[in-house]
């Protein structure tokens, strides 16, 4: 069997058995032209931005790439290179030059009592709205002409896959202003730069994150017909970045499916200094290593056994090695999407092609992606030939885009309650890294992927166990610190961990996933939820 990876710099007759480009590929179109128009604080500071990352002159890389220089680059360089700094002299040096952010301020906590759990989210969403912005000189910003919300802590930006589960809670509480105010700016990303980015800043622009836009446009009420041809327009535009060449395998039999990647082979700005200690252990090209964390990150599950090449270990990272279940399910939802606007539209050629392509991308789904013998849905690993081991929480998106019903989606209920319900809610995956999007962490995107297609599939029972004990872990943390945090322990019940950075309250997705979860109807185990 031989697999052909459809990338226009590669003879497809010298692949087999899908053997990768060695090195860095290059990215293609219009993807690198946009990513490489907007330069990114590593590329405009060089040796200045590398002696503060890889010195952790502060704790959070991200703190330096979010700072606003207060004079011109090369003057701020200019000094740089006169001076020989130690660690203590480069901050002060940096903090003479820059205006570095904090992180986003939430409300102080005690220990008396709780407003109830609703009553406490509504009064975060004034907290985590930001007004439109116009990024001062030099910042790694980009302009966002809508209100929108962050999903707090060092996260003070508007990203794109939390923005839906986000979204949940706004319509939940009643905020649609909100919600099509942050549609509007989304759609305006995509007509700027072709693609969502992973969030607004500069140095996110060479990557999205899980496409989720077709699904927010669901949440709308706008009914004009000049914004539904904007908004199509917008999706089809994203839809052609995600199947471009270098995202894309060709399988026997002709059926393509789409991979993460990102059109860098850096190190990411905000991660510089862990991005190049994982590259100097990894024995490999430093691009290639590069690229695949760059990849990881796109999946919004950063960083997490799927993508290792055995399993544990971050350095053996090769995300663009497999074909996601996530992203391909989401993939057939967006062509359906599609499909349906241009039918409502008059435009019958397009509709019959996306209906065509969606057609071909679920039976690719169901025979490349599923596990007969597991009862579950995995990623295929393009050089192995083989589904990656192991169930993960995403074996649940066939079953909320829509693609899998009937006794299919009863076998991944069976799967899911037996290998990934835990205590507190939906494990991530079966096996303990270290990585945050592993056992035993849950994340509140994941459980209500799950919840969402359960209940879709006509698996109540199940769903209703997810919610429940998941809304419990919301509800016992909040109840001992006052805080939603971003992700939880839901095998002890508590706080999550591991990751790149300290874990975070705000939090926009854990907010609008719990509003949403208890509108659903659920609450937990014979206790309040507050």
Not at 78 to 100: E, H, M, P, S, T
Not at 181 to 204: A, I, K, Q
Not at 223 to 247: G, I, M, N
Not at 327 to 351: C, F, P, V
Request: proline content about 7%; overall charge neutral.
């Amino acid at each position: 069997m031989s697999i052909v990876r459809t990338c226009r710099w590669l003879m497809p007759a010298l692949l087999a058995g899908c053997t990768m480009a060695d090195g860095p590929r290059p990215a293609t179109g219009g993807q690198a032209m946009r990513s490489a128009a907007v330069p990114t604080p590593a590329d405009r500071f060089g040796p200045l931005f590398e002696a503060v990352q890889m010195r952790r002159i502060f704790p959070d890389g991200k703190t330096f790439v979010d700072a606003v220089p207060r004079r011109p680059d090369a003057a701020i360089l200019a000094d740089f290179r006169k001076g020989n700094f130690d660690d203590a002299a480069l901050k002060a040096f940096v903090l003479a030059n820059f205006d570095v952010p904090g992180l986003t301020p939430m409300p102080e906590s005690d220990h008396g009592p709780r407003l109830p759990i609703e009553r406490h989210i509504a009064g975060l969403w004034p907290q985590l709205t930001r007004e439109p912005v116009t990024p001062p000189t030099g910042s790694s910003a980009l302009a966002v002409g809508d209100r929108f919300v962050v999903p707090g802590g060092r996260f003070r930006e508007l990203y794109y896959w939390d923005s839906y589960f986000t979204m949940l809670g706004l319509v939940a509480d009643g905020r649609q202003d909100l919600v099509e105010s942050m549609l509007d700016g989304f759609v305006d990303l995509v007509e700027r730069y072709g693609h969502v980015p992973n969030g607004t800043r500069s140095y996110y622009l060479s990557r999205s994150q899980p496409p989720f836009l077709y699904l927010m446009m669901g949440l709308s009420q706008n009914r004009d017909p000049k914004v539904a041809a904007r908004r199509l327009a917008a999706l089809k535009r994203e839809h052609a970045f995600f199947t471009s060449p270098e995202r894309s395998v060709t399988l026997p039999g002709g059926a393509v499916l789409q991979h993460y990647w990102d059109a860098r082979t850096t190190p990411r700005d905000e991660s510089w200094r862990e991005d190049v200690e994982t590259a100097n252990v990894a024995g490999r090209p430093a691009g290639d290593t590069y690229r695949e964390l760059r990849a990881g990150a796109e999946s919004g599950w950063d960083f997490s056994s799927r993508w290792l090449a055995d399993g544990r270990t971050l350095a053996t990272i090769d995300t663009t090695s497999i074909l996601p279940a996530d992203l391909n399910s989401l993939l057939w939802g967006m062509e359906r999407a599609i499909a349906e606007g241009a039918a409502k539209a008059g435009d019958a050629a397009t509709a019959r092609d996306f209906s065509d392509r969606a057609a071909k991308r679920g039976a690719a789904i169901d025979r490349w992606l599923w596990s007969e013998a597991e009862g579950r849905y995995g990623d295929y690993d393009v050089k192995r030939l083989l589904l990656r081991d192991g169930v993960t929480a995403a074996t649940a998106y066939p079953l909320f885009v829509g693609l899998t019903t009937g006794p299919r989606a009863a076998r991944v209920a069976s799967t899911i309650e037996r290998q990934l319900l835990a205590p507190g809610g939906l494990r991530t995956t079966t096996v303990d890294t270290g990585q945050q999007w592993d056992k035993p962490n849950g994340w509140a995107p994941l459980q209500w992927i799950a919840v969402a297609g359960l209940d879709r599939t006509g698996n109540r029972a199940l769903a209703d166990k997810i919610a429940q004990r998941f809304l419990a872990s919301v509800a016992r943390e909040y109840a001992a610190s006052g805080k939603l945090v971003e992700k939880y322990d839901v095998e002890e019940v508590k706080p999550g961990g591991g990751g790149e950075y300290p874990l975070q309250d705000g939090f926009g997705w854990t907010n609008g996933v719990t509003r949403a979860l208890m509108v659903r109807g659920a609450v937990t185990n014979g206790a309040k939820v507050h």
